[in-house]
């Protein structure tokens, strides 16, 4: 545990999140704000992307259904919680700022997962940063490209499988059913039977239970939460002054809250951020890459949405419940502090909106990182070791479930970091390509 600690305040430490922070600035200065001037487009695009456009496996809409099923999880309500238990307030301030940015490296990914993507040995289109990293930059990167690769294999045990089903675990466990709440194995092994069945079909099963289930969940989830902003909307302009106030300044120890320091709500804010949306990891591009999309601006423009959905809509939505209610200030964390915020305000029926919330989100994450692994796994060893891997992340599923939840936070903070830095050095590498595919782009236009 103390290993893991000190190599976690290394990966997130100043130079990480300064690496995030600047590449998702220069890509945003470089593209002129493309993605915050053409957001009204990117929604035109995606309601177009429903019927193919181009060659590809899966529609445009169910790509991005896809890459938001591995988005949107665990992170938006025991992820955001975290955050604001461990940085402040003021930590939701800095998601903000990461995820404005991060629309423009997730635009940038996708556009080169599409530009430099490829067929494999059974026809099907494959892409991601490993294959952009390759074909973009040449033999001389390619291990870059490996690693890449195996960390992203590695990571998705930790972001997409660990800590999605030892939340879910630990919040059915914490419900009272006949009494008593569910134990965390028996969560766990329910997880993994269910999963297995969807992995049976491969990508085009995943998309179409990730088309149907993401947009529901995402719905309903974001209809909770504005009754309950509603129900504090008096608490509201005091919630906004608080978050951005401890975004610069230290907030003292108040209840149960330790107090954090404005590193910390930077840490923090943007840490999660990052693994709430994860713009800058290289995970979403492996999904654009198989739309059928017949111009990779095109499908960034749609991709880009993700970043802005994921955080900018619904993490918002459950870190400024979370304030609005004074529950930060418990000194409660994770999911249960979320849990609380939300029955402060809807007695009783709150804490099963989180519980149904983070079941449905953990399943869908934890088969849109399947998909993730399998591909990172296909690109190392081959078509024949994705049937392995497909049993070791089910395997894996119970496993996560039942372990302690801060060192599984913990890993899978690391791996992340891991994940991302050949990544980021590759979109800056590959930054002019992004560049000028976008203005012949716009000049067709």
């Known amino acids: 545990m103390d290993f893991i600690n000190i190599l976690n305040s290394w990966a997130w430490g100043p130079p990480m999140l300064a690496l995030i922070a600047l590449t998702g600035l220069y890509l945003t200065i470089g593209l002129k704000a493309y993605p915050v001037r053409h957001l009204k487009n990117g929604f035109t695009e995606l309601w177009r992307g429903r019927h193919r456009q181009g060659e590809g496996e ?249 970043t802005f959905i994921d955080t900018i809509i619904i993490c918002s939505i459950t870190g400024l419940v979370i304030v609005a209610s004074g529950e930060w200030q418990s000194g409660a964390s994770g999911a249960t502090l979320t849990t609380a915020a939300f029955n402060s305000g809807l007695p009783v029926i709150g804490q099963y909106i989180v519980t149904l919330g983070l079941a449905v989100f953990a399943f869908t994450t934890i088969i849109g990182w399947s998909f993730y692994g399998e591909r990172c796994t296909e690109y190392l060893f081959g078509l024949k070791a994705v049937p392995v891997f497909r049993f070791i992340w089910v395997i894996a599923i119970p496993v996560g479930a039942t372990q302690q939840l801060d060192l599984v936070w913990l890993i899978a903070d690391t791996l992340n970091a891991l994940m991302a830095l050949p990544n980021l050095i590759a979109l800056i590498l590959l930054s002019p390509v992004v560049f000028r595919l976008t203005q012949e782009y716009l000049k067709k236009q």
């Not at 999880?73 to 995820?99: K, L, Q």
């Not at 556009?111 to 099907?124: D, I, M, P, S, T």
């Not at 939460?225 to 509603?230: D, P, Q, R």
Request: charged share 10%.
């Open 58 to 306: 899966i529609s445009g809409f169910n790509a991005l259904m896809t890459s938001l099923s591995a988005t949107i999880g665990t992170g938006n309500i025991a992820g955001v919680a975290t955050a604001v238990a461990m940085g402040g307030p003021g930590a939701i301030f800095w998601m903000w700022v990461i995820a404005l940015v991060g629309m423009a490296t997730k635009y940038s990914e996708a556009v080169l997962a599409v530009r430099f993507r490829e067929k494999n040995a059974q026809g099907h289109f494959v892409g991601g940063p490993m294959y952009y990293i390759r074909n973009g930059l040449g033999p001389k990167f390619k291990w870059l490209a490996g690693t890449f690769a195996f960390f992203g294999m590695l990571a998705g045990f930790g972001i997409g499988n660990g800590v999605q089903a030892n939340s879910v675990a630990d919040a059915m466990h914490h419900i009272e059913i006949g009494g008593q709440g569910i134990p965390e194995w028996v969560t766990g092994l329910a997880v993994a039977a269910l999963v297995a069945l969807v992995l049976i079909g491969g990508i085009r099963r995943i998309a179409e239970v990730a088309g149907k289930l993401v947009p529901f969940m995402a719905i309903s989830y974001l209809i909770a939460g504005v009754v309950l902003l509603i129900i504090y909307a008096d608490r509201l302009p005091e919630a906004f002054s608080v978050i951005v106030t401890h975004a610069f300044t230290p907030v003292s120890a108040a209840g149960g809250f330790a107090g954090a320091t404005v590193w910390a709500a930077i840490r923090y804010g943007v840490a999660r951020g990052v693994f709430s949306n994860e713009a800058g990891l290289g995970s979403a591009p492996i999904a654009h890459a198989t739309a059928t999309t017949d111009s990779p601006v095109r499908q960034g423009t749609i991709a880009m949405l993700g």
